[in-house]
């Protein structure tokens, strides 16, 4: 399993991705089914990694950072916008995402592109 994404600051783009396997996840999630069942879960914490990205190159806080950023997963997107979800895993990654967005000033919202 693998997620990836890019963010623009300024003129610069960064780039991230990293893969997994289920034996690797196990000790922070509990996956008791195969790892494409939980594709909405995986999404919402490639929007995490923006985040963290984010909060990383972007060194100036002037306020309140507003990041509009893209999801081809429209339950991540709903998700995260709502800040819930009934999914045990994804449940977790969306509090980690709203966490993470109170701790850096952040306010994200992801939309999927048409």
């Known amino acids: 399993m693998?997620?990836?994404?890019?963010?623009?600051?300024e003129d610069?783009?960064?780039?991230f991705s990293h893969l997994w396997n289920k034996q690797e996840l196990q000790p922070f999630v509990d996956i008791?089914?195969?790892l494409q069942r939980y594709i909405s879960s995986w999404e919402a914490l490639?929007?995490?990694?923006?985040?963290?990205?984010?909060?990383?190159?972007?060194?100036?806080?002037?306020g309140i950072i507003s990041i509009q950023s893209g999801s081809d997963n429209t339950g991540a997107e709903a998700n995260i916008n709502h800040?819930?979800?009934?999914t045990e895993v994804?449940?977790?990654?969306?509090?980690?995402?709203?966490?993470?967005?109170?701790?850096?000033?952040?306010?994200?919202?992801?939309?999927?592109?048409?």
Do not use: E, Y
């Open 83 to 86: 800040g819930f979800s009934n």
């Open 46 to 62: 490639a929007q995490l990694c923006i985040l963290l990205l984010v909060n990383q190159k972007c060194t100036i806080r002037p």
């Open 90 to 114: 994804l449940s977790d990654i969306i509090k980690l995402v709203s966490l993470q967005q109170i701790r850096c000033n952040f306010s994200q919202h992801p939309s999927h592109p048409r």
């Open 12 to 15: 610069k783009l960064f780039w």
């Open 2 to 9: 693998g997620i990836g994404g890019w963010i623009k600051l």
């Open 32 to 34: 008791p089914k195969s």
